[in-house]
């Protein structure tokens, strides 16, 4: 441990006059007590690594060496032990290089004072204590990894996986690492996208650590989940790589947002309700009189113009009408359903466009499955609307419809999953936007209304999609209401 009386530095730099101005302000300040000793190049300072300093200021140029392999020389004693790196330039790319290699801070010659130098020994000292220390407790505490609920594994710096903890194993399962086998294993291979990936080229594999960069990981049976990675290095060569699963709170969060926007699409419907239909009415009255006050040369020669004018109002009415409808909360009949029987009963109302295009229905029900407190008949016209969408994306013959029920915590799910075409991301977000459609006809109300439905229930709907492999829809009731 560090000595809290007389604080041991170890000064590496060629320059003997940078030597006497350090020790200069040190001897400046009052309430600590600083021993220094100099070493002016890589060879003279390596015998002397092993004499026990508290801390070592390391000039990043010694004569045809760095710095920089210093610093890898008394890391590989000592990893906790700090060093402040001292030159002569001011400029970001050494700074950076210095703190990857494991120095505590970097200070510009020339543009620091007494005041500076203590402080940043002792936040450097302060921090390298609290490091030994979380190194020592990591250690000591080993079986808590080892019990943690969370993904945890070991890998090298070549990203190759050491060893993982059992909740690793029951999450990714022993294609991800199978500790009794000769295969090598890599973490990168569990990260399906390019950007993941080459974040983690960019920064851990140029020996940099990396704090909470979220990315999809793939799990057992090919799954993906929202993650949140941690890569902290433990000793020279060995990485400890923490997996936090966000699915769960992406889709809490997901759920809100999609409440949120429900309810602002509302507001914006009930306004251009109240709005557009009090002039749209006026405009209507008045080419009614027109039609009556015009003599009939002139109507004859504007043609069918007050026609036009009736039937774009009646367009405009009857979509602000829709609009309307498919955002407000309806009053529900809620009685108790099977949740297969619905959706048995929604498939047999498209039963000739299942036919027609040669569909494979899978059903994978949870035969004990306890009924839900709905309305029925509207259940079903949320669930005929994705099928049919289901339909639609999926190509003849080849098309294959899973339709699943579970009980989870408490919740009703159904998921609705297609081998379709699959939507583009940027859509994804505006699925359930009212008049948003990439078909060539339809309203674009369908999901809106079908979003309407669920969450008037009390309910939740979520949406996961890649293009060229299809959709997947998830439904879940709380049975607590």
């Known amino acids: 441990m560090i000595s809290t009386n007389t604080i041991r530095i170890l000064y590496v730099d060629d320059d003997p006059d940078d030597f006497y101005l350090v020790s200069s302000l ?3 300040i009052a309430d600590t007590t600083y021993e220094l000793e100099g070493a002016t190049s890589l060879e003279e300072a390596i015998p002397k690594l092993d004499q026990n300093f508290d801390v070592f200021l390391v000039d990043y140029r010694l004569g045809k060496d760095t710095g920089l392999e210093l610093i890898q020389e008394i890391k590989s004693l000592n990893k906790h032990v700090p060093v402040i ?18 120095a505590s801070d970097y200070l510009v010659k020339g543009e620091f004072d007494a005041h500076t130098l203590d402080r940043t020994l002792r936040y450097a000292i302060r921090d390298a204590q609290l490091m030994e220390s979380l190194a020592s407790a990591a ?38 690492y199978d500790p009794s086998s000769d295969k090598s294993f890599f973490f990168k291979d569990l990260l399906p996208e390019v950007s993941s990936a080459q974040e983690l080229e960019n920064l851990f594999f140029k020996g940099q650590e990396l704090y909470d960069m979220e990315a999809l990981m793939t799990v057992n049976h090919g799954h993906t989940i929202n993650s949140l990675i941690n890569i902290v290095k433990q000793d020279v060569n060995i990485y ?8 769960a709170i992406k889709a809490k969060e997901e759920e809100e947002l999609n409440l949120k926007k429900f309810s602002s699409t509302g507001r914006i419907a009930r306004l251009l309700a109240h709005e557009v239909k009090n002039p749209l009415t006026t405009i209507l009255l008045s080419a009614d009189q027109l039609n009556l006050e015009l003599p009939a040369d002139v109507r004859a020669e504007s043609g069918d113009l007050i026609d036009v004018i009736r039937r774009n109002c009646d367009r405009i009415n009857h979509l602000v009408t829709q609009l309307l409808d498919s955002t407000r909360f309806t009053e529900l009949d809620a009685k108790s359903h099977s949740i297969n029987s619905l959706l048995d009963e929604s498939l047999e109302q498209v039963q000739d466009r299942i036919e027609f295009k040669g569909i494979t229905i899978v059903k994978q029900y949870q035969t004990d499955i306890c009924d839900i407190h709905v309305d029925g008949e509207k259940i079903k016209i949320a669930l005929i609307n994705l099928i049919v969408n289901a ?7 080849t098309g294959k419809l899973i339709l699943k029920t579970s009980i989870r915590n408490n919740h009703c799910r159904i998921e609705i999953k297609d081998n379709g075409e ?10 359930f936007e009212p008049f948003f459609t990439s078909k060539s006809t ?21 949406v996961k999609s890649e293009v060229g492999k299809g959709t997947s829809f998830l439904i879940s009731f709380n049975l607590q209401n």
């Open 391 to 397: 339909i639609e994306a999926m190509p003849e013959k």
């Open 442 to 462: 339809g309203s674009g109300l369908g999901l809106t209304n079908t979003q309407n439905i669920i969450l008037s229930h009390g309910g939740s709907i979520r």
């Open 85 to 102: 790196m001292l030159t002569g330039m001011s400029t970001g790319s050494i700074d950076r290089e210095a703190l990857t290699y494991g």
């Open 139 to 176: 250690v000591k505490f080993r079986s808590i990894f080892e019990l943690a609920s969370d993904p945890f594994l070991l890998m090298n710096d070549e990203g190759k996986i050491l060893e993982a903890n059992p909740a690793f194993l029951k999450k990714f399962g022993h294609k991800a």
């Open 26 to 28: 040190l001897k400046k």
């Open 240 to 247: 400890q790589v923490l997996i936090k699963d966000l699915s």
């Open 422 to 431: 699959g939507i583009p991301k940027e859509n994804i977000e505006r699925l």
